[in-house]
């Protein structure tokens, strides 16, 4: 069962589906929409019968200083990333206690540890969705048979980068060593067979948890200074708010076609590597301290 806000791109996956042999069912949701999830989740076990993976994988963007991107847009991120995610949940965990079993896989970000100067209401959305899984571990510890499983890849070379709203007068472009979706799908279908709470994606999570320890502050500032320079050197681009809103008229498929070939091979080995030296770097700091 698939389920987004856009037509044309939930047609799309559909198809791919079938092609490699296996059955796909649409529904046109927002999960914004409290009311239309629930109803997601009841036409789910209506048709497959159970829910074993609910795969929660909303994530939307805007990118620009605090003050100059539009309140509406800050909002908009927050009641998608956070909101919908909670909705998702609220949705389908009672069916996972009436079956007493079912995984819940939320997509959330290695900014869910590092903060995200240039893009705050996302910053906020993520730290809040890593506390909401938390929080509900907790309440679910007497259900050993259901699992909440939190996915925190580093930068991912998709689409969503073209459909972010942007504030900052320059063209939106990811960092080198971006992962491939394939990558970050195998780490969300292993989860399936093997349930684990934290997954980290193209950096190590013991240094993230490590790094929001140490230097909670460090990672924000130095992210800071790169996208002030960034933004003055960056080619111009156009400013808006993208798919914030309203989806893409048009399937986007599932590659954002920004890394080199060569790159697919040390995505992964360099993000782990800067997310290591961070560590390394709040460590030393933490000794001065003392």
Avoid at 82 to 101: E, K
Avoid at 104 to 112: E, H, L, P, Q, R
Wanted: charged content about 20%; overall charge neutral; glycine content about 12%.
């Amino acid at each position: 069962m698939l389920a987004a806000r856009g037509e044309a791109g939930l047609d799309d996956i559909a198809e791919r589906c079938r092609a490699a042999g296996g059955e796909a069912h649409i529904r046109v949701v927002d999960v914004t929409d409290a009311g239309a999830v629930a109803q997601l989740a009841a036409d789910a076990r209506e048709i497959l019968g159970e829910i074993d993976v609910w795969f929660s994988n909303v994530g939307v963007g805007v990118v620009g200083k605090y003050e100059d991107v539009p309140i509406a847009d800050h909002a908009q991120v927050v009641a998608s990333n956070l909101l919908g995610h909670m909705n998702d949940a609220h949705a389908v965990l009672p069916i996972f206690l009436a079956q007493d079993r079912g995984i819940f896989i939320n997509m959330i970000s290695v900014g869910g540890f590092v903060a995200t100067p240039y893009a705050a209401a996302y910053s906020a959305s993520k730290f809040g969705l890593r506390g909401f899984s938390e929080a509900l571990r907790g309440e679910l510890s007497k259900h050993p048979r259901i699992h909440i499983c939190d996915v925190y890849p580093t930068f991912v070379d998709t689409p969503g980068i073209d459909h972010a709203a942007n504030y900052t007068g320059a063209k939106l472009s990811l960092p080198p060593g971006s992962l491939s979706p394939e990558t970050v799908a195998k780490a969300v279908v292993r989860l399936a067979d093997r349930p684990r709470n934290t997954t980290a994606v193209g950096a190590p999570a013991l240094a993230l948890k490590l790094n929001q320890f140490f230097v909670p502050n460090l990672g924000a500032a130095m992210m800071n200074g790169f996208m002030d320079s960034w933004s003055k050197k960056a080619d111009p681009g156009e400013d808006g708010s993208g798919a914030l809103f309203d989806p893409p008229a048009d399937p986007s498929g599932i590659d954002g076609g920004r890394r080199r070939p060569d790159q697919r091979r040390r995505a992964a080995a360099g993000a782990g590597v800067a997310a290591i030296g961070l560590v390394g770097l709040g460590a030393v700091l933490w000794r001065r301290r003392k």
